[in-house]
């Protein structure tokens, strides 16, 4: 494993441990979020891509890979607050931030609660609860069999346990929104996701991010009717969601991009590296932060 | 399980291409029990003698559980149906009543609407219907969050693999109410049984087979049946839904819910549950 290639390092905000690393010698600052069911590896080839031009941190939030996993508060609203913490913690008080699947969730809640502390916000192969996700979740619709599964409680943890491997396997390499090139993550990439689930709490920790849905169905439903006030750049996978995580920004945010990568599954930081950081710093660089005008709070 | 029962006999019939195990005895008019998802026919033993002092009860493991074959194919409800009506006609009987639980209980329906001219009579327990109004709209229950995780294709068979007892101890927990009628032991019965090679896989292909199911009884329900329908739930289940649900697909339904009583009537309630059952199939 090329963990060298990004020595973790730890920060305590409030009562969480964040693990994170952090690329780059100057430029303003990205936080890039992992979604589920993986950790901040999942950045490992875009992190290097951007950090010529930014300042890349790159945490495990809370419950996933070396951070701290908490007994409770799994509700995005509370995620959101202590990764707020985490980048006070940092000096870092106005961001861009990037999420991807249940990152974007994060990324969300962080961008609602503190539009001023937000210049950008990036949303990757994901779709928000009130927003769009109940569609996903509609099994009579064609939508995932893994929400209900997730959220059922304790059984979860016990029929995965032990079967990490198999149970990330599944979900990067499944036929629908899977990866294109079933190559382009290694067996040692998910063997690597699998043994960040096998810690003690983990598993509890990645199934509470579900659980805690309902929560946030309706903490969303009352920050959406405040759209977004920063530039918002929606981006799907044609393999992956594809329009969805588009149409579910244009919901909350007023400010938006869309594209769509192609030949790419639900994972392009990890399928399509290059065109993902180039979208993003194509991005970032059209929309200088502190531009958009101060929100009405 | 091959579970004694007194005075009942257990046997193996070839129906079609498949063998199917009855667990047959009483004396009187023939009636077929059909047991749901995770159990057997040993789901009915409570209440098997009760029945039998009226009925001939012949109590069957679904294609894909107990001691049934597994095959590969076959698991629609109308299939599973032509499997019970197939074994009825080995053992003799060309007319006979129907009462199915769970799983069985839209193997009853199916059976009642393939075989009109067989079917007398028919109690269904405790379970939705494919092809109910609110069928699609039920999946967003959290409490049949597993619908979805049983479709799903081969990696259920590999997450419950070794965890039978695991998986099905929630199940029935999750879904009782009157917990001193299931003991470890009793579930450890029908954990067991789903261990044995294939029964996994057989029990998860009846939620496989849904989609088909669903538009197969919206075609039947077009012709509701004239025979009378039981319709029974326990209180804290199906039971304040099922007499309207079953109203959709029957013109005669008579029933409702059985008091203090969960998923896992004819265990938790037998005597409640027998005495329904026997008021019924005795008019």
């Given at each position: 494993m090329d963990a060298e290639l990004y020595p973790y390092r730890s920060l305590r905000a409030g009562d969480i441990r964040f693990a994170y690393y952090r690329m780059g010698s100057g430029g303003p600052p990205i936080i890039l979020l992992h979604g589920w069911?993986?950790?901040?590896?999942?950045w490992r080839r875009v992190a290097g891509l951007l950090s010529s031009a930014y300042d890349v941190v790159v945490p495990d939030l809370p419950?996933?890979?070396?951070t701290s996993k908490p007994d409770?508060?799994?509700?995005k609203k509370t995620i959101a607050r202590r990764l707020r913490e985490f980048a006070h913690g940092l000096g870092l008080s106005r961001v861009a931030l990037a999420g991807h699947d249940l990152g974007g969730h994060v990324a969300y809640a962080y961008a609602a609660q503190w539009p001023e502390e937000v210049n950008n916000l990036i949303f990757i192969e994901s779709s928000l609860p009130s927003f769009g996700q109940e569609e996903a979740m509609d099994v009579s619709k064609?939508?995932?069999?893994?929400f209900g599964f997730n959220m059922a409680g304790d059984i979860s943890e016990e029929l995965v346990r032990g079967r990490e491997k198999l149970f990330v396997d599944h979900f990067m390499?499944?036929?629908?929104?899977?990866?294109?090139?079933?190559?382009?993550?290694?067996d040692a990439d998910i063997e690597f996701y699998a043994r960040a689930l096998q810690r003690p709490g983990a598993l509890r920790s990645s199934f509470s991010y579900y659980r805690t849905l309902p929560i946030d169905r309706s903490d969303n439903s009352v920050w959406g009717q405040t759209p977004l006030p920063m530039p918002v750049l929606a981006i799907g996978a044609d393999w992956g969601y594809g329009a969805a995580s588009e149409q579910t920004v244009r919901r909350v945010a007023r400010d938006v991009q869309g594209a769509v990568i192609e030949r790419?599954?639900?994972y392009p930081a990890e399928e399509r590296p290059d065109e993902l950081a180039r979208l993003i710093a194509d991005f970032l660089a059209k929309t200088p932060?502190?531009?958009?005008p101060a929100p009405q709070r | 399980m091959n579970s004694e029962l007194n005075g009942f006999r257990h046997k193996s019939l070839r129906v079609g291409d498949v063998k199917i195990h009855a667990v047959v005895g009483g004396d009187g008019p023939p009636l077929v029990l059909l047991h749901g998802w995770p159990?057997?026919?040993?789901?009915w033993r409570r209440i098997m003698p009760v029945l039998a002092e009226h009925h001939t009860v012949v109590a069957l493991d679904l294609?894909?559980?107990?001691?049934s074959d597994c095959p590969q194919?076959?698991?629609?409800k109308a299939s599973l149906a032509e499997d019970a009506h197939g074994a009825m006609a080995v053992l003799g009987f060309s007319r006979y009543a129907v009462c199915g639980h769970d799983i069985g209980a839209m193997v009853a329906l199916a059976l009642a609407f393939t075989h009109r001219e067989s079917v007398t009579r028919v109690a269904v327990l405790d379970a939705p219907m494919?092809?109910?109004?609110?069928w699609e709209a039920n999946?967003?229950?959290?409490?049949?969050?597993h619908f979805a995780f049983h479709m799903k294709r081969d990696l259920p068979e590999r997450l419950i693999y070794g965890r039978e007892f695991d998986y099905v101890s929630t199940f029935f927990a999750d879904r009782t109410?009157?917990?001193?009628?299931?003991p470890v032991e009793e579930v450890e019965i029908y954990a067991r049984s789903m261990a044995q090679p294939g029964n996994t896989r057989g029990g998860l292909e009846w939620y496989r087979a849904f989609p088909v199911d669903h538009a197969n009884a919206l075609d039947w329900?077009?012709?509701?049946?004239t025979i009378p329908v039981l319709a029974l739930g326990g209180d804290h289940r199906w039971g304040p839904k099922i007499v309207a649900m079953l109203e959709e697909f029957a013109g005669d339904v008579s029933g409702g819910s059985i008091r203090d009583?969960?998923?896992w009537m004819a265990e938790e309630r037998p005597a409640e549950t027998a005495d329904a059952l026997l008021k019924f199939f005795a008019q």
């Amino acid at each position: 494993m090329d963990a060298e290639l990004y020595p973790y390092r730890s920060l305590r905000a409030g009562d969480i441990r964040f693990a994170y690393y952090r690329m780059g010698s100057g430029g303003p600052p990205i936080i890039l979020l992992h979604g589920w069911p993986q950790t901040s590896h999942a950045w490992r080839r875009v992190a290097g891509l951007l950090s010529s031009a930014y300042d890349v941190v790159v945490p495990d939030l809370p419950g996933f890979g070396y951070t701290s996993k908490p007994d409770a508060g799994f509700d995005k609203k509370t995620i959101a607050r202590r990764l707020r913490e985490f980048a006070h913690g940092l000096g870092l008080s106005r961001v861009a931030l990037a999420g991807h699947d249940l990152g974007g969730h994060v990324a969300y809640a962080y961008a609602a609660q503190w539009p001023e502390e937000v210049n950008n916000l990036i949303f990757i192969e994901s779709s928000l609860p009130s927003f769009g996700q109940e569609e996903a979740m509609d099994v009579s619709k064609g939508g995932s069999w893994h929400f209900g599964f997730n959220m059922a409680g304790d059984i979860s943890e016990e029929l995965v346990r032990g079967r990490e491997k198999l149970f990330v396997d599944h979900f990067m390499r499944r036929e629908k929104v899977g990866l294109f090139d079933a190559n382009s993550v290694s067996d040692a990439d998910i063997e690597f996701y699998a043994r960040a689930l096998q810690r003690p709490g983990a598993l509890r920790s990645s199934f509470s991010y579900y659980r805690t849905l309902p929560i946030d169905r309706s903490d969303n439903s009352v920050w959406g009717q405040t759209p977004l006030p920063m530039p918002v750049l929606a981006i799907g996978a044609d393999w992956g969601y594809g329009a969805a995580s588009e149409q579910t920004v244009r919901r909350v945010a007023r400010d938006v991009q869309g594209a769509v990568i192609e030949r790419c599954g639900h994972y392009p930081a990890e399928e399509r590296p290059d065109e993902l950081a180039r979208l993003i710093a194509d991005f970032l660089a059209k929309t200088p932060s502190a531009q958009h005008p101060a929100p009405q709070r | 399980m091959n579970s004694e029962l007194n005075g009942f006999r257990h046997k193996s019939l070839r129906v079609g291409d498949v063998k199917i195990h009855a667990v047959v005895g009483g004396d009187g008019p023939p009636l077929v029990l059909l047991h749901g998802w995770p159990q057997t026919w040993w789901e009915w033993r409570r209440i098997m003698p009760v029945l039998a002092e009226h009925h001939t009860v012949v109590a069957l493991d679904l294609r894909g559980a107990g001691h049934s074959d597994c095959p590969q194919s076959g698991y629609d409800k109308a299939s599973l149906a032509e499997d019970a009506h197939g074994a009825m006609a080995v053992l003799g009987f060309s007319r006979y009543a129907v009462c199915g639980h769970d799983i069985g209980a839209m193997v009853a329906l199916a059976l009642a609407f393939t075989h009109r001219e067989s079917v007398t009579r028919v109690a269904v327990l405790d379970a939705p219907m494919p092809g109910w109004s609110q069928w699609e709209a039920n999946f967003a229950d959290p409490m049949v969050w597993h619908f979805a995780f049983h479709m799903k294709r081969d990696l259920p068979e590999r997450l419950i693999y070794g965890r039978e007892f695991d998986y099905v101890s929630t199940f029935f927990a999750d879904r009782t109410f009157n917990h001193g009628a299931l003991p470890v032991e009793e579930v450890e019965i029908y954990a067991r049984s789903m261990a044995q090679p294939g029964n996994t896989r057989g029990g998860l292909e009846w939620y496989r087979a849904f989609p088909v199911d669903h538009a197969n009884a919206l075609d039947w329900k077009r012709s509701p049946l004239t025979i009378p329908v039981l319709a029974l739930g326990g209180d804290h289940r199906w039971g304040p839904k099922i007499v309207a649900m079953l109203e959709e697909f029957a013109g005669d339904v008579s029933g409702g819910s059985i008091r203090d009583c969960g998923h896992w009537m004819a265990e938790e309630r037998p005597a409640e549950t027998a005495d329904a059952l026997l008021k019924f199939f005795a008019q």
